[in-house]
């Protein structure tokens, strides 16, 4: 009787270990999804996103891809080959461009029709999106998801500044921001030969805007290499304001007022976070957080006086303001695609869930939490955040916080700007609600490619535009030298190589996709 | 293997006895080459047979029988490449030195090595030796960053203390091969040395005392004792060297290029890598197979001339 | 002349103590990378953002290590376990296999020696790429399978080409003795070549440890599973900055230590590197003085 009694025991214990599980199962559906590693590191840290599960009653099993973007498409298509496709990927729009007519991936326009009402809507509301998604059949192939549009901010040492008596205000022009410098260099580079005011990582190249002449596109006109370059490493020389910029950059190279190394291209992440920790370097044009990154990590630590600030963009002598390179609406390179061979079962899922996001009580969860909780709606309505941005983001790796960085990929879900730049320490948070404005921003677009246009563009582009960079670092430091002439032939070489080839075919896809 | 007989009775006898009377004869032999066959047939045949890629649009969508076969287009590609000169001249310059400055250097090293009488100071030297290669290219080419930084790295002060400029080497064209020739050898010498090292141990101690005793000194020592005795080592480690003539180690490649060496450090290899792993569109691989195939039917044209001249000039052909 | 007693007496002539330093120097010279990335891991996170810390730490910590290993993100226990079994497994079936493989085809009388030799050759010289590779193995079901590790690799060329030649170089005198006993093929493979081997497995074994131990794309491409991954991979993602969207990490605090992102690449880069570099000195002792008693067939 005993020995009944305790198998009948082991027997309840064991199927209670498996039936809890499958109780604790989502109620409402479950899916896979092939993602970047770091993509989902940071999805599983994130308290919003739990919450959103609950909410839907969704569970998503997240499968891990590589950390390399370029080692994620490689491997979806090795899914692909072998069979092994999670429900759904997150690859790029010229994969399911290309391999959703070929049966890979799953047409959602009727699905979005039946099950997801608020992506629906979002469509219809926003027709440069509407364009990107749906090829010319009406089929939507992959959902891309928004991005916040932000552009590089000038940080600078405020207390440099100072000391050297420099009133940022009156930094306006381009050429002010040039005296500045000789300034800065005047003053904190008389004893140290290390010090170069303006000072940066990898490619010194980013300043084209400054000179009105950045790449750009239209359906007039494809100016420089647009494609992959729409906001960092943005330039056009074949534009007449070229010459004016490497010739400026020139003289900031020979007067030292920009770090040589940086120039040459061997100046990297570390040397640079180094550089401006140790009092080497003044101003940068970097990623919009930056400015504040050196706050937190060493700054003040290092030298108490430390204190960074954000300098206005720079204006044209007759004050208009000069726009800068900015980040595309929607990212093309985090497209939600669904397996083909996915029941419609899990395509509902899938939808539903994503759809979640796009509906308002999603939007403002993923956008700002849960009320009460990480943020409260204050007297005028509006919303702030109560949960500290420094504190939440310095919780160690693997423990849950509150976060709200809508530029990395979590869920392929609008975004709310608004929230976006308030979600950040009050330094940025400020810059951005200054400087993040239509005027001061140039409009990025997603420009989507046929499969031949993909192949001789990423031919062409190979080669010319590191040509290109190298070309141009060549006259700036001085190697090769600078005259109207050469400049020409430099012109003419980049041409022969393709370039002129890479603008027009830019704006064939741009024409075929936006003139309407 | 006996010579075919030219009697009209053996003559009758069909391949296919031939062969099972050789397997008769031989079955041991030809049980214990099984699995390497297996693999042989399995695992490289069938990847070399998949470069037909080469002649498609390759899809992984489609698949290798499903996607649109296109001939030697990709080939036309690649040779039509206005950028193609350039690039084959630093592939093959990059790859000329991996086999005159580094191959030697190993050889040398063992050579030298071997002369060191104590037991543990060889073994400890040989084990320091082989360290070098388990660094990955990112750690190394950090350092070598350090060492050479223009403002504060150890080679730069020196030359500042005898009066001399700072030079950026990191960003200089010309420097581009040294540096990378340098941590070639850096990173394979003791890696390579290994089988010299092995050889030698199989050398008759007696011909060094025969030696000695006709007053030969160290040098005549190494050069007609220890020299002679790896010659065969030499001849198949140059062959399987120029074998892999055209593999650069890319990632040591893709961290010390910069725009302003790119006259010099951008090779075949580190296009094709913009190309079908970097660009916004497509993963061409079509492509890169294409460029492979030309890459390779040229490496091996290399080993059979190789070979060939091994053969002639010291019997010692490798197939 | 007859002072070649000099010969049997440890003296140091110019030429031994010259050797000898410069040896010394090239190996000291060559540990000093490995040293280097253990001194990254231990410095302090702040000096070590100012870019103090050029040849020797500054500041001491082994936190960047005990982050790793404490870390739930990763798994270094299972990394290292796999890691481990892949290499001794891999490393077996590869000696065997390839030893011979290698002997068949340096024996006279195996007629078919030069057909699969030149099949080996070609197969290793013609560089097929990842794809294609994908593709078949894909057909054996090696996706997200362990044996991915240790079949395919069983037989790398060169390592075949060095174990052929070296069996060739035994001299025909020992294998005809055996066969005028009466030994069959593969009694003389194991009483007469394998004894004489030690020197070239521990060789060729060695080369394919580093090999395997070392190998990031085979397992990048086809271990998926958590369970399978090597060490490697495990800690690829130590530190998790995001170039593309440049969310950058922010740095650790351990206690009142700072941790930042290059302590812990280094000290993820010394734990996977450690453990293989600690083998060869074990290695070593297979390298006995020849056996033989004639010298090598040069």
New interface residues.
Partial sequence: MKKLLSTLLAATLLLSLVAVPALAEAPNGTYTMFMRSTYIDWIKELKWYDEAETRTGIHVDYVYGPEEF?DC??E???R??SNTLTDAVMT?L??TN??GP???FADLAPYIEKYAPNIKAYIEENPAYKALVTNDKGAIYGLCKETPIFADLIGYRVDHFEKAGIDPEKVITVKDFTEALRTLKAYWGKDN??YYPLTGRD?ALRFAAWFSCPATISTEESNGVY??HYKDGSFDILNDNAYTMIETMKTWYDEDLIN??WV???F?EGDWEAAMLNGNGSIFYDYYTRAQWFMVNGGPANDPDFKMGVLNFLKNEDGSVIPVTSSMPYND?VVTAINAKASEETIKTILTFLDYFYSEEGQILANYGVENVSFKVDEQGEKVFIVDYNQEEATPAGEKRWSFLSDRLTVCKPVDDEAFFKWNDALIAEAASRLFTEDNMITAYAIK?T?E???E???L???VY??E??GM??FI?G?SELTNDSWKAFQEQMN???LRRIEEIQLEAFRAQYAE | ?KAMSSHPAANKRTLWERIMR?IKR?R??YL??I???L??V??????????V?AFQN???????WGSQWVGITNFE?IIN???ILTLTKNTVILAVLSVVVVFPIPII?AL??N????KR?H??????????????AA??VS?L??LL????G?VNNLIRASGGKSI?F??QPEWFRPLYVLLEI?QTF??SA??Y???M?????A???AA??D?AN?WKKMWHITL??????VI?ML??SV??IF?VNLDRILIMY??????TA?VIQT?VY??A?????????S???AV??L??VI??IL?MGVNKIADKAADAR?? | ?LN?SH?KH?RL?L??GV??L???L???L??Y??L??FFVACSDGASLAL?QV?FLPKGFQLLSFQYIFDNPRFNVGTGLINSFLYTLGGTAVALF??Y??A???S??????R?W??????????????I???Y???N??SFVDNPLVMI??G??N??F???AR?FLL?IPDELEEAAFIDGA???QI?FRVFLPLST??L??VG??YA?SIW?QYLIPQIYLKSDKYRTIQQVLKNVVVTDGASDTTFVNVTVGDVTLNQHNLKAAA?FVT?LP??LV??FV?KY????V?L?????
């Fill in positions: 370029a498409y490689a979806v298509d090795q692909i080959l790029k010229t994969q290309v391999y070929d049966g890979v030969p290390n490619s494609i992959g040589p190394e040459a291209g061997t990297s390179e490619l499969d246009q993909s192949m563009l990423s031919n582009i190979a080669s590191d040509a960079v190298a670092t060549a430091t190697s022969n190589l393709g | 293997m050789d031989n041991q032999l214990l080459i699995p390497g066959f693999l042989l399995l695992f490289k045949i069938g990847p070399v047979g998949a470069m890629i390759f899809r992984a969508s489609r698949g290798l590609r490449d206005p950028y090293f030298f090595l002369e060191v009488k104590s100071l073994g400890f030297i040989q084990s320091m030796s082989f360290l070098p290669y388990f660094i990955s750690v190394m350092i960053s350090t930084s223009p403002s504060s150890l950026n990191m960003s850096w003791g890696y290994i089988i090292i092995a050889a141990t199989a050398i008759d101690p011909l060094y005392e000695e005793m007053g160290r002679p005795s790896i010659a065969t080592s198949v062959i399987i074998g892999n593999t910069n725009p302003s060496t790119y006259s951008d296009y913009r190309i792993f970097q660009s916004k569109g497509f993963p061409d691989y492509y890169s197979a492979n195939v890459k390779s490496a091996f080993v490798l197939f | 002349m070649y010969h440890h002539s030429f031994d050797n000898e410069f040896l010394l090239v190996s000291l060559c540990v990378p490995f280097y990335v870019g050029t296999v390839t011979i493989t002997f068949v085809l024996r006279k009388r195996f007629v078919h030069h699969i030799m030149r099949l080996f050759i070609i197969t290793w010289v013609f560089d097929a790429g794809i294609p590779q593709i078949i193995y057909a054996f079949i395919p069983a037989i060329t060169q075949l080409i060095i030649t170089g069959s093929d593969l493979l020197t070239i521990a060789t060695t080369f580093v070392n880069i590197m293989i570099v060869y000195p070593q390298f006995k003085k020849g033989l004639g010298s090598v067939k040069g």
